[in-house]
């Protein structure tokens, strides 16, 4: 019998020096939308429209509402302000994808590996049996860096977007 996953937008929110990280709720839609509608996004992650409207932002909030697709907001702390998401997405029986972008103004600052390296653990722990990829172009010399950072390497293999390649992430040693 095929394993039951929990939904992704159950796991708690999770808090780092700077960042606080929840699941995205049709409440945060407004935010969304500001925070993702601009050129340097919308550009580059293919399945946003542009302009990036109030209703794109619920629908991808909302997902197919059966639990397997969340956006992260990525909120700063003082004051909370939307500046990211990171997008996880669980794939086949034995996969979770992720995904993410940031407000161009907030680049540079670290704020993309520190939210994606505190939601890593909770993925690991809340999916045991699952391995975690992303996919990235290899000419986004930034985000290619900050995945191999976090530990993803690249597989060899093609993502399932046009010119992306796929990087997987290790899954800790078991524990004896």
Request: hydrophobic content about 40%; charged content about 30%.
């Amino acid at each position: 019998m095929p394993r039951q996953d929990r939904s992704l937008s159950t796991l708690p929110a999770i808090a780092t020096e700077r960042l606080d990280l929840r699941p995205l709720q049709p409440g945060d839609a407004e935010a969304f939308r500001v925070m993702t509608d601009e050129p340097g996004i919308t550009d580059i992650v293919d399945f946003l429209p542009t302009p990036f409207l109030l209703d794109d932002a619920t629908r991808l909030i909302l997902g197919r509402r059966d639990g397997r697709d969340c956006f992260w907001g990525v909120w700063t702390r003082d004051p909370s302000v939307l500046i990211g998401t990171v997008g996880t997405h669980l794939v086949d029986a034995d996969a979770i994808e992720i995904g993410y972008w940031l407000a161009t103004g907030h680049h540079g600052r670290g704020f993309g590996s520190e939210a994606v390296s505190a939601l890593l653990p909770v993925l690991c722990d809340a999916y045991p049996h699952r391995r975690i990829f992303a996919e990235c172009r290899p000419q986004n010399e930034a985000s290619w860096r900050l995945l191999e950072r976090l530990g993803f390497a690249a597989d060899g293999s093609d993502g399932k977007r046009d010119g992306r390649k796929r990087l997987a992430f290790p899954r800790p040693a078991a524990r004896r």
